[in-house]
């Protein structure tokens, strides 16, 4: 008793617990330093493309463009949105957004809808050629669109789509169709094949297993693909531009013609205003589920 | 009592690699058989035909005397249970064991009547309304079977059940599931490639390699005459040892090396004269002495001595080949000392080399 007491009061003046941590070692000021003057790089532009949003013109013209505006004025933001030319058109970008949204949301629904069945059917119905059907689908994501811009006008024309918004509709979902089908056929591989089983001596069918069984746990590959078709598909301009026709611009065409559009004096502020309006939707798609996203790509990473 | 399960000729290819080579199996009802054999031989692929989750290439299956060759899973009155249990991880417990009633559409108070007695069988009442995530995994191996049982079926399918448990827990499921094969009767296929669960469970055992059943027979006949050298050598633990020779004065005698073993008492067919012929001693078929005894004998060396506790295996060497004998704890005996062994030829088997068939 004695002799565990003594050695107990001796182990108890050396160190105990937790190792401190200095918070200022080199180690430290080097990482946080580097990823400071890199986070500085990037958030640079942002933060010029707001201010000069806020300027007006003759505070523009004085060419400080680091510096936030003396005087703050929405007024870029409204003309960008409601008034600025295009041409004969002067209803600014709101046009566009609208055809934008009109495009988007079909587009994202019917792809994702689409292929994640094929992703389902691919991995757990198997059929005879499957594989080479998913090849050849596969395939289809390594030619480069310019190559298929020609011959789409064509078919588009043949099926009396081409300049409407139905057009770049199917358009789209086809682009979509070869790495959204990798990527919902990956993540149903992971899910392990007996649950599939179990749900076939269970009684379920093709859609019994692919509503109650599959799509329950697969959250997270929705909203990956969620992410990528909205960016994706918001952000495209040479579609937009090939297919349809000026009243039907998407917002990243009208973008292109407002700040590209030479009457006059460069607004910048403007041009700055409209840029930022535009980028707003997958910036907001972003922020909202960023967590989910990182999640969901993770989860499909680790198989297939 | 009629066959419960009846499989005809079935063949089964992927490509050009067979899997299964016309197959015939008959099960009695409220029989339990195993699928025995090391991995890739087939058994999983067997019981998946059965349970018609993998098209079969050609033969029939016959399920209660009807042929279920071309049904869908469900409708071939079966229940299964996979060895990573697939329950479904967004569902109750509840929710899991009624999926399969309400894709059959039975009546909610069927449902809940099913339930209650399958929970009560398997005494999971206080984890019905729990995800499987809550559950730990002898828990979940239980609602997994659960999930069998309230589909109220004839035939039971194990799927290496047993094998993500540990050994603590596998020991007592593997009593309770006989418990629950004598309680209902049902008629249970079962795979595994642990043969302690196949000596213990099984009424009949199907020792399978290359897609081929092997022995189909109870476990005691399976242990004391192996129908061939695989299965000798795949069933017991340790190995039988395996003695090689050649068979004399008409196959009266077993000359191994310069020693002569006399085959008297053998209980099998004719032994005649062979060139080539191996004899199967199991470890616990063989004592050990200082002096060599009155019966068929072979002197050895003693190299390693491994307790296990209970009982001990003395690794010996006699000539350049290698023999393990089953001793008691008290039987131990150092390395480098030079006994006896006494083989009892009345429990060793004789396979002819070339054939590899028991003789």
Same mark, same amino acid.
């Given at each position: ?54 300027k007006g013109m003759p505070e523009v013209r004085l060419g400080n463009i680091f ?24 209803? =600014? ?52 669109y310019q190559i298929m811009l020609y011959p789409i006008v064509i078919l588009l ?26 990527l919902f056929r990956n993540y149903f591989s992971s899910i392990p094949e007996e ?9 379920? =069918? ?97 198989? =297939? | ?6 499989? /005809? ?33 087939? /058994? ?207 196959? /009266? ?67 350049? /080949? ?38």
């Amino acid at each position: 008793m004695a002799d565990a007491s003594m050695s107990g009061s001796l182990a108890m003046t050396g160190p105990r617990g937790a190792k401190p941590k200095r918070a200022l070692n080199p180690r430290n000021i080097m990482l946080y330093g580097i990823l400071l003057l890199v986070c500085l790089y990037y958030i640079l532009p942002l933060w010029v493309m707001i201010m000069t949003s806020l300027k007006g013109m003759p505070e523009v013209r004085l060419g400080n463009i680091f510096a936030p505006p003396v005087e703050i004025t929405f007024e870029p933001w409204v003309k960008a949105w409601a008034t600025a030319c295009t041409g004969l058109n002067c209803d =600014g970008l709101s046009r566009g957004f609208w055809n934008s949204v009109i495009i988007t949301v079909p587009s994202v629904i019917l792809s994702i809808i689409i292929a994640s069945v094929n992703g389902y059917a691919l991995i757990n119905w198997k059929f005879k050629g499957s594989e080479v059907f998913f090849t050849i689908l596969i395939f289809g994501s390594f030619i480069p669109y310019q190559i298929m811009l020609y011959p789409i006008v064509i078919l588009l024309r043949e099926a009396g789509l081409y300049g409407t918004l139905w057009g770049l509709v199917l358009v789209h979902t086809i682009f979509g169709m070869p790495i959204l089908t990798l990527l919902f056929r990956n993540y149903f591989s992971s899910i392990p094949e007996e649950l599939f089983k179990a749900a076939r001596v269970d009684g379920a =069918g093709f859609w019994g297993i692919y509503f109650r069984i599959m799509l329950p746990m697969s959250l997270p590959i929705f909203v990956v693909a969620l992410i990528l078709q909205v960016t994706g598909i918001w952000n495209d301009f040479l579609f937009g531009v090939v297919y349809t026709k000026p009243d039907l611009y998407p917002m990243t065409v009208q973008l292109n013609n407002i700040v590209n559009s030479v009457q006059g004096v460069k607004e910048y502020n403007v041009n700055m205003a409209a840029t930022l309006l535009t980028g707003m939707v997958p910036l907001v798609v972003y922020f909202v589920s960023g967590k989910l996203f990182v999640r969901g790509i993770a989860a499909g990473a680790v198989k =297939g | 009592m009629g066959n419960s399960i009846e499989v /005809k000729d079935l063949t089964l290819n992927f490509g050009s690699v067979s899997v299964l080579k016309n197959m015939n199996l008959d099960v009695q009802e409220g029989e339990f058989v195993v699928l025995l054999g090391p991995s890739g031989c087939g /058994k999983s692929t067997l019981l998946n035909c059965l349970a018609g989750l993998l098209d079969i290439t050609d033969g029939q299956i016959w399920i209660k005397g009807k042929n279920v060759t071309w049904s869908e899973p469900s409708e071939r009155g079966i229940g299964m249970v996979f060895q990573s249990y697939a329950l479904y991880p967004q569902m109750t417990v509840r929710g899991n064991l009624s999926f399969g009633l309400k894709n059959a559409k039975v009546p909610q108070p069927e449902i809940d009547k099913r339930i209650a007695r399958a929970a009560e069988i398997l005494q999971i009442q206080p984890l019905l309304d729990r995800k499987p995530a809550a559950l730990s995994g002898g828990q979940r191996q239980r609602v997994a079977i659960g999930r069998a049982l309230v589909r109220d079926v004839d035939v039971f399918l194990f799927d290496e059940p047993l094998s993500n448990l540990d050994a603590k827990l596998r020991s007592e499921l593997r009593v309770e599931i006989k418990r629950l094969h004598n309680q209902l009767g049902n008629t249970m296929v079962y795979v595994t490639h642990d043969q302690i669960e196949a000596l213990t469970l099984a009424d009949r055992i199907a020792v399978m390699k290359g897609g081929v059943i092997q022995q189909l027979a109870g476990p005691q006949e399976i242990y004391n005459r192996p129908s061939n050298l695989f299965v000798a050598g795949f069933i017991g633990s340790p190995s039988m040892n395996f003695l090689p020779g050649k068979t004399v004065d008409g196959g /009266k005698a077993l000359v191994f090396g310069d020693q002569r073993i006399d085959l008297a008492g053998y209980d099998g067919g004719t032994v005649l004269e062979r060139d080539q012929a191996i004899l199967g001693v199991r470890p616990e078929h063989i004592t050990v002495s200082a002096s060599a005894p009155a019966g068929p004998s072979i002197p050895a060396v003693v190299e390693i001595d491994e307790n296990l506790g209970a009982d001990s295996l003395l690794w010996l060497k006699a000539g350049a /080949k290698d023999i393990c004998v089953r001793v008691p704890v008290e039987g131990r005996l150092p390395a480098g000392t030079k006994v006896h062994l006494g083989l009892d030829i009345a429990k060793a088997s004789l396979f002819d080399t070339k054939t590899e068939q028991r003789i």
